[in-house]
Antibody, heavy 121, light 107 residues
C-alpha cells in the first residue's frame, strides 16, 4: 500500500526558511512511473500546485514561488524535501505531497494527509 | 497560465438530487483534466481523471464529461457523504492549475 507522510515545523517566523519532508512508503521515488508533487491550501482558499519532481532530477516550479522554492529527493530515505525561503504570512497553508501517475495523464492519485504550516512571529 | 473557471461557486442540494459542476478552461487541454473532492481536514481525493475516467474505488454516481474547454462533473444521486468542495485541475501545461472550487452542501 502506497503511503505519503508530510512532516514539518508547524510554526515558522516571517523571513525564515520553511523545510518540509514527504516520506514515501510502498513505492520507490525513483520509479519512472511517477512524478512527485507538492500542493498547498491556504486557510479559506483553494488548492495551489507548488512544484513537481521526477527521479531523473527534472523539477518544475510554480512561477509565483520559483525564486524562493527548491525541491529535492533523498533516495536512500525514499523521501522528498521542499524548501521555501523568505516566508511570509501568505505562505501559511496546509501543504500536501502527492503522487502523479505518468501513465494516467498525471493524475494525483495518492496524497499525504497534509502538514499545517503557520507563518507568524 | 491556463485559467480554470468553475461554476457555480457553491450549491445546496437534497439527497437524491442530480448535481452538476462546470469547469471552463482558458484554452484547450486535450484530456488532461481531473476532478478532486476536498473535505475539511482531509486530503484531496481523486474522483475523475482524463475527463471521464472514474478512479478506482470511487462510486459510480460520479461521472465526468466534456471536451475542448468545457467540462462537467456530475453526481447522479447526491448522498450525504458527498458534501465538500470540488476542484477541477489541468495537467496539460505548466503551471498546473486548479479551479477555484465548488462547495457542495446537503440541504
Amino acid at each position: 500500500q502506497v503511503q505519503l507522510q508530510e512532516s514539518g515545523p508547524g510554526l515558522v517566523k516571517p523571513s525564515e526558511t520553511l523545510s518540509l519532508t514527504c516520506t514515501v512508503s510502498g513505492v520507490s521515488i525513483t520509479s519512472d512511473d511517477y512524478f512527485w508533487g507538492w500542493v498547498r491550501q491556504p486557510p479559506g482558499k483553494g488548492l495551489e500546485w507548488i512544484a513537481t519532481f521526477y527521479y531523473s532530477g527534472d523539477t518544475h516550479y510554480n512561477p509565483s514561488l520559483k525564486s524562493r522554492l527548491s525541491i529535492s529527493a533523498d533516495t536512500s530515505k525514499n523521501h522528498l524535501s521542499l524548501i521555501l525561503t523568505s516566508v511570509t504570512a501568505a505562505d501559511t497553508a496546509v501543504y500536501y505531497c502527492a503522487r502523479l501517475d505518468t501513465a494516467a495523464l498525471l493524475r494525483m492519485d495518492v496524497w499525504g494527509q497534509g502538514t499545517t504550516v503557520t507563518v507568524s512571529s | 497560465d491556463i485559467q480554470m473557471t468553475q461554476s457555480p461557486s457553491s450549491l445546496s442540494a437534497s439527497v437524491g438530487d442530480r448535481v452538476t459542476v462546470t469547469c471552463r478552461t482558458s484554452q484547450t487541454i486535450d484530456n488532461y483534466l481531473s476532478w478532486y473532492q476536498k473535505k475539511p481536514g482531509k486530503a484531496p481525493k481523486l474522483l475523475i481523471f482524463g475527463i471521464s475516467n472514474l478512479q478506482t474505488g470511487v462510486p459510480s454516481r460520479f461521472s465526468g464529461s466534456g471536451s475542448g474547454t468545457d467540462f462537467t462533473l456530475s453526481i447522479s444521486s447526491l448522498q450525504p457523504e458527498d458534501f465538500g468542495t470540488y476542484y477541477c485541475q489541468q495537467s496539460y501545461s505548466l503551471p498546473w492549475t486548479f479551479g477555484q472550487g465548488t462547495k457542495v452542501e446537503i440541504k
